[in-house]
């Protein structure tokens, strides 16, 4: 098994790259590890024959199973370095059909895991979601492709940060241990259904609990009115909570 690290830093040894050292660090023995930082190569569309180490690193990433993209988070969202990286690898990553939809290439079913960073404080990235986007680029892609999340790591803070606080440390160390072992095809799928049956059970039981109280106002009992409310409530519901759901979606702190 191997895991490739995907650096888009400007910075070899910054807050970015110390966080992904730190999940390679902690891999379990006999797993290979390698680390590619994109400012050391020459990366054009596929078109470009010239200087493009384009081919050389689409070979990096075929040989791996797990890759770790790492990158800082710039005005909101994916820097340039990782996002160039990506654009010049969509030949690679989807086949695209006549009319232009995509379906995933020859990198289905690999895995990935996410890390970014941010200078805003802790609390900002906590209620702001400025590295939101970041996490979003990279997901887009990965999905069109075909590779399955792992999972994300954040350091918001870094404004004048040198070492790595000791709570992301021990994220990255378990990490490391989790992306060790090589994952199933698709991990999610159970976890998926569990969470929406939770979701499902919970909605039902306060719609219920509010019709309970629109009975003690109204004394209207009849199928229709009972049908009526709960489809209206249930719904009202279960789109506050898919749109909370969604908006805390992404690791912020």
Known sequence: MKVLG??????????????LQTVLDNVAPGVETETIFLEDYQIHPVAVQEHNDLAFLVKKLVESDVWIWAAPTYWRTINGILKKFLDCLRPELVYTKANGDTIPGQFKNKHYLSITDCYVSSFENFVAGITDETFKAIDRVMTAAGVIRIGEIVCPGTLHLQQLPASKVKLCQRYGQKISHRPRKDDSTLKRYLQLFCMIALMSFLTMVIQQGLHSLWSISNFWFNYGSFVIIFCALLFALLHFVTFWKHRRR
């Open 6 to 19: 995907i650096l888009g830093s400007q910075a070899r040894h910054g807050i970015t790259g110390q966080l």
